[in-house]
Nanobody, 119 residues
Framework: QVQLVESGGGLVQPGGSLRLSCAASGSRFGINVMGWYRQAPGKQRELVATITSGGSANYADSMKGRFTISRDNAKNTVSLQMNSLKPEDTAVYYC?????????????WGQGTQVTVSS
C-alpha cells in the first residue's frame, strides 16, 4: 500500500515563504509523476505543480515564478518551495503520486497540509 506523508504547512505572512515536503513509501513500482495540488474552501482541487521522474516540471500559471517543485528519485520525495506567498494561496495542499502498475495508472494522495497566508 502506497503511503504519502506530507510536512511543512503552516501560517505565513503575505510575501513569505514555505517549503512543503512529501515522502512516498510502499510502492513496488517506480513513481512516474509526483506533484502537488491544492484545494481552497468552496473551490475545486487544482493543480499546483508536477514533476516527472526525468525532472520535467509543470506549473499552474499562477504559480510560475513563485513556486519551485523538486524531487529525489532515490528517496521518493517531492518538495515544493513556495515564495512570495499571497493570501489567495491559502488552501490545503495535497501531495500526489502517479504510478504505472503493470499497465494500470493509479493516483495516490496524501492527507493534506494546511497553508494559511495571512497578516
Amino acid at each position: 500500500q502506497v503511503q504519502l506523508v506530507e510536512s511543512g504547512g503552516g501560517l505565513v505572512q503575505p510575501g513569505g515563504s514555505l517549503r512543503l515536503s512529501c515522502a512516498a513509501s510502499g510502492s513496488r513500482f517506480g513513481i512516474n509523476v509526483m506533484g502537488w495540488y491544492r484545494q481552497a474552501p468552496g473551490k475545486q482541487r487544482e493543480l499546483v505543480a508536477t514533476i516527472t521522474s526525468g525532472g520535467s516540471a509543470n506549473y499552474a500559471d499562477s504559480m510560475k515564478g513563485r513556486f519551485t517543485i523538486s524531487r529525489d528519485n532515490a528517496k521518493n520525495t517531492v518538495s515544493l518551495q513556495m515564495n512570495s506567498l499571497k493570501p489567495e494561496d491559502t488552501a490545503v495542499y495535497y501531495c500526489n503520486v502517479r504510478i504505472n502498475e503493470l499497465g494500470t495508472v493509479r493516483d495516490y494522495w496524501g492527507q493534506g497540509t494546511q497553508v494559511t497566508v495571512s497578516s
